[in-house]
């Protein structure tokens, strides 16, 4: 059975970091593009991020370029999202999700996470 755990949620100070870590069960990620992706109340489901189970491309929304990395470790069978510089807007609940394919920028994943709660605010 293929599954998705999102955990590293929490409050934090605009500014401050987080990280999130997904971690994967049912299948291994050399054969899976990732996604993080994470819904606003109010707003639609945006992605964040991808990276490539091949040649190590990753992709990131314009409003978190430099701000987050995402990683793989496939040996753990874990994908994170590095977040620093952190802002009001970045508050959201995060979705890591996964895709039987190479490559995926698009929200065409076949699995999903339960998603973590990411509130920034001082």
């Known amino acids: 059975q293929v599954q998705l755990v999102e955990s590293g949620g929490g409050l934090v100070q605009p500014g401050g970091s987080l990280r999130l870590s997904c971690a994967a069960s049912?299948?291994?990620?050399?054969?899976?593009?990732i996604g993080w992706f994470r819904q606003a109340p109010g707003k639609e489901r945006e992605g964040v991020s991808c990276?490539?189970?091949?040649?190590?491309?990753?992709n990131y929304t314009d409003s978190v370029k430099g701000r987050f990395t995402i990683s793989r470790d496939n040996s753990k069978v874990t994908v994170y999202l590095q977040m620093s510089t952190l802002k009001p807007e970045d508050t959201a609940v995060y979705y890591c999700?996964?895709?039987?394919?190479?490559?995926?920028?698009?929200?065409?994943?076949?699995?999903w996470g339960q998603g973590t709660q990411v509130t920034v605010s001082s």
């Open positions: 999700a996964a895709d039987p394919t190479p490559w995926n920028n698009q929200a065409t994943y076949v699995y």
């Open positions: 049912g299948f291994t990620l050399d054969y899976y593009a």
């Open positions: 990276s490539s189970s091949s040649d190590g491309k990753t």
